[in-house]
């Protein structure tokens, strides 16, 4: 059964973002990933990993100002610099974090942007972090979001996300899929796991319609976790869901699926 990760930045909301790390490890979690550390010294995000006995697995690089509805901003040629800048940052944190993936948001497409500047630069961009990454040993990563719930946005497509690392060339960039994000786009969930799993790091997941937890939707998980299992898979599930109600009564979907209770709270 593979390795489910409690994504902070959107279970437990009623609780304040340094206390969910105690939610998470209370309700069987071994592991976390979240968007963003940015608004925390990374000293106090260490600090509430080691006391409660938690991995971080994965959060993202800087999103340019993510209230104003920036979504990053690797596919705007206006903002190489600034790029550039986040991508230290990033860095500054993975290392304090101990986190050795991180993930690229491509952003929204400036709109009168042709698509092809917008993938030149998005390329040469990844390219320039995957670089600087490389030499601590750290993996990008980059994922395709529907363009329902985040229109504008550049990447949308596994096909095209894999085009994209084919061209970047840069050894240490993979694929970060995102099952709810890839229902909603095109379906074939088994066929792109069973082809591209080589290139998979990471996997997200929540239910389609309403991108709520496990068993609340159309998307047949338990296939979907045999699959990972044939396939070898051994990274990490993020729950990057939002809970339809409870967080910690949601999560009986560990139960009512199978999921054995050494993977909840011991792999």
């Not at 976390?32 to 509430?48: H, K, N, S």
Request: proline content about 7%.
């Amino acid at each position: 059964m593979p390795k489910f990760a409690a994504n902070l930045s959107t279970l437990f909301p009623e609780l304040s973002f340094l206390d969910r790390f105690g939610a998470a490890r209370e309700a069987g979690f071994d592991a976390v990933e979240f968007l963003f550390p940015y608004a925390f010294e990374a000293e106090q995000i260490t600090q509430r990993l080691q006391r409660h006995g938690l991995e971080l697995v994965l959060h993202n690089l800087p999103p340019g100002d993510w209230n104003a509805g920036e979504r990053g901003m690797a596919c705007d040629p206006r903002r190489v610099g600034e790029f550039q800048d986040s991508v230290g940052l990033a860095l500054e944190y993975a290392q304090e974090l101990g986190v050795k993936r991180l993930h690229c948001m491509a952003g929204i497409v400036p709109p009168t942007l042709p698509h092809e500047r917008a993938h030149a630069v998005y390329v040469r961009n990844l390219r320039f972090a995957a670089a600087a990454l490389a030499p601590h040993g750290i993996e990008l990563l980059i994922e395709p979001i529907n363009n329902r719930d985040m229109p504008g946005y550049f990447l949308n497509h596994s096909r095209q996300a894999l085009d994209i690392i084919a061209e970047a060339g840069a050894p240490n960039l993979f694929l970060q899929y995102d099952i709810y994000h890839m229902q909603r786009m095109e379906g074939e969930l088994a066929d792109t796991l069973r082809a591209n799993h080589a290139l998979i790091r990471h996997i997200q997941l929540a239910d389609v319609p309403g991108r709520h937890e496990p068993g609340t939707g159309e998307i047949n998980f338990p296939f979907l976790f045999r699959l990972l299992d044939e396939l070898g898979y051994a990274g990490w599930i993020g729950c990057e869901y939002f809970p339809r109600g409870d967080t910690v009564e949601g999560l009986r979907w560990r139960d009512e699926l199978g999921v054995p209770a050494a993977v909840k709270a011991d792999s």
